[in-house]
């Protein structure tokens, strides 16, 4: 009798197991190649400095990076009339000094308003793309606020008529499934950390969030992690057992951009300057 209920739970938590590798399993066929984004490092919106004249994610910081050789990450969302635009707080208040929401305004109205008391104002994502013009890879975080991913289908329009190096990723499942869906051939990550240790508000939602839970779902082709949680099993799996390619964000010191060779594939760096810009 106690042998008999040692194999059946024994059998449930075999059972369990294969369950949330199945779950937790990112892309393993027809991988696309993402060697181009192991090869330079990624100025977190763009290489900002937000008590100067070129503040985050603003055209001043993008145009900075491109001159200095570095990969760009950065934040994109859709306004009221449908333009992308680069922001990336969902409300205006921390950079604009101003209440609302980027998706209550019209891009129009968007700009009366400038980024940390510069001279700089809110991009759109088309005069990014056409700056830059396939000069260093860019990594595009798309943000959606909702499971409302319509935003999806309008930034997807302006990369496919870009010919430079990208890849999509988000903290959103909906907008990776989305990608899966629509426009499967495109790099697409998912982004993650510890919610409950970063003191988010807890919920299922973000409990499956941050052990990876919808990579069944998604099927993203690299796993953009905080570096502060690097032990996370959902993490370690995916890039140990799946020898899945794996980024951090963001990296603030050189100390740590060393520390974490070997362990992450591409960095997203902020608050210093990485010794070697690009590695191309």
Known sequence: MILAAIKIALCGIAALVVLYLLAIMPRIFRRPDTSLFKKVYFAHRGLHDNEGDAPENSMAAFRKAVDAGFGMELDVQVTKDGVPVIFHDFKLERICS????????????????????????????????????????LIVEIKAETADVSCCAVIDRLLRAYHGAYCIESFNPMVLWWFRLNHGEVVRGQLSSNFRREGVYWNILYFAMTHLLFNFLTKPDFIAYNHKFSEEPGRRICRHLYRHPAAAWTVRSEQDLEALQGEYDVFIFDSFLPRTASRL
């Not at 209550?104 to 109205?109: A, L, N, P």
């Not at 001279?119 to 396939?134: A, C, F, Q, T, Y």
């Open 98 to 137: 101003t209440e609302g929401k980027v998706v209550d305004h019209t891009y129009e109205e968007l700009q009366a308003y400038t980024l940390c008391h510069s001279k700089e104002r809110i991009p759109k994502l088309s005069d990014l793309l056409e700056m830059v013009g396939g000069g260093v890879p």
